[in-house]
C-alpha cells in the first residue's frame, strides 16, 4: 500500500504535483490534500492522455472540502500534466511536443 509519505522519489523532494499544489495555492489542509495528491496518482500515470477540467474535477470527485473551490487543485493538475507530457516529449526528442522550433 502506498501512502503520501511514499510519494517523493528523493526523500525530502516534492513532486511535480506536489510542487504545482504550493505554486498554484491548491495546499488545503492535512486532512484533505494527502487525499487529493493519492487520489490523482491514477490520473497522473496516463499524463500522456488529453484529460480535461471536467476529468479533473471526477477524479476528484470523492474527496470532499467544505473550505475551498476546487479551482486552484484543478490548475495544479492541468500544470502537472502540461509539465509530465514536456518532460517525456524533451526525453524522446519530440520537438514539436516541447514547442522547439525547427
Ligand atoms: Fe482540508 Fe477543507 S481544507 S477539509
Redesign the pocket.
Known sequence: MRTIEGLAGNGDEWTVLQQAFHENHAL??G???PGFLMALQPLLLEHEKDFTEDDIREVISGN?????GYEPIVKAVLQTLAQLREKDASETGDSESIGAQS
Open positions: 488545503q489542509c486532512f484533505c490534500t470532499l472540502c467544505r473550505c475551498t
